[in-house]
């Protein structure tokens, strides 16, 4: 669902050379979850799954992404919605 609210981002093909599992960034499964559905990501996640997909190579977990709010790949910036709204409203 991430990449369905970026359009135009692009992936990276190397990240097909490696098992999603073994992308840091993907929830431990619960007792009952398919593993074809979608996954619910926190921020640092998202900016994971993004740093992996967009470069084909980082693989950081999810916990070195804690307080960042924007990451740059290419001629890209993914910057988190909340640096995006107004304080004052």
Not at 14 to 35: C, F
Not at 44 to 66: H, L, R
């Amino acid at each position: 669902m991430l990449y369905n609210q970026l359009p135009h981002a692009t992936v990276d093909i190397r990240v097909a050379s490696s098992p999603l599992a073994n992308h840091r960034w993907i929830p431990n499964e619960e007792a009952g979850t398919s593993p074809f559905s979608a996954y619910s990501l926190s921020r640092e996640q998202t900016f994971a799954c993004i740093a992996k997909f967009e470069s084909g190579a980082f693989n950081f977990d999810p916990v070195a992404m804690k307080g960042v709010h924007a990451v740059s790949a290419g001629n890209s910036i993914f910057v988190s919605r909340n640096l995006l709204e107004d304080p004052c409203h």
